[in-house]
């Protein structure tokens, strides 16, 4: 705690904007990652259930039924509305062949949901990329700095170089320290991510074929 104090007082405007902005950047990186992290295992655990209990229903309202109740993060919910939605009349979007509506209105509800899922990662992508530059920079102020101040004093020891120097050098470890969370979160979210992406793109084909087929045989 002294050596933060001692580092505050000597540093400038410039410094202290740089150390406020890396803070900054660390509390939003953790506030994402703890919210991604419940986010995304909700929905992991919500398509492993609600999937199969759909398919297990009887009628599509029973179906219906199960997604609301399994569906916490409505991913699957906009997936089969879309499916079952009527075309609408009189208007481009109900223009065309019904085959090519559905897959029109299945695309759209997918990419809804994998917005929702992809929230945040352009965010620690940007984090884990530029902290480090930031802190970098700091470093090189800080040191620039303290030369002013040293050359200003008159006298040159290795007590009055070392002690500015190393405290301008915290910048680049802080930079690093709020890079590398970042970073390792925006890998192994997008891993889910991608995992929960296959299986809503799997959900939505196999509606599309069951619709298909229905009204193959109503026709």
């Not at 200003?152 to 500015?164: D, F, H, M, N, Y």
Request: hydrophobic content about 50%; overall charge neutral.
């Amino acid at each position: 705690m002294q050596e933060f104090n001692d580092f505050w007082g000597q540093a400038d405007s410039v410094g202290r904007a740089v150390a406020a902005l890396l803070l900054l950047m660390s509390i939003s990186a953790w506030v994402l990652i703890f919210w991604k992290s419940w986010v995304l295992k909700r929905a992991a655990t919500d398509l492993r259930r609600a999937v199969p209990a759909f398919w297990d229903a009887g009628t599509l309202v029973d179906g219906r039924q199960r997604l609301s109740q399994l569906d916490r993060e409505s991913l699957l919910l906009p997936l089969l509305d879309a499916a079952t939605a009527l075309p609408g009349q009189g208007t481009l979007q109900g223009a065309g062949r019904l085959d090519s509506q559905l897959t029109r209105r299945l695309r759209d509800a997918l990419h809804r949901g994998l917005a929702h899922l992809q929230f945040g990662q352009v965010l620690l992508a940007s984090i884990g990329a530029t902290a480090p530059f930031v802190g970098l920079f700091g470093t090189v102020w800080g040191i620039y700095h303290a030369l002013v101040g040293i050359s200003l004093a008159g006298s040159i020891t290795i007590e009055k170089v070392s002690g500015p120097v190393g405290e301008a050098l915290i910048m680049t470890a802080a930079g690093l320290a709020v890079a590398i969370p970042a970073v390792l979160a925006y890998n192994v979210f997008g891993k889910q991510v991608g995992a929960c992406e296959a299986e809503l793109e799997g959900f939505a084909h196999d509606l599309r074929e069951m619709v298909l087929d229905n009204q193959r045989i109503d026709s």
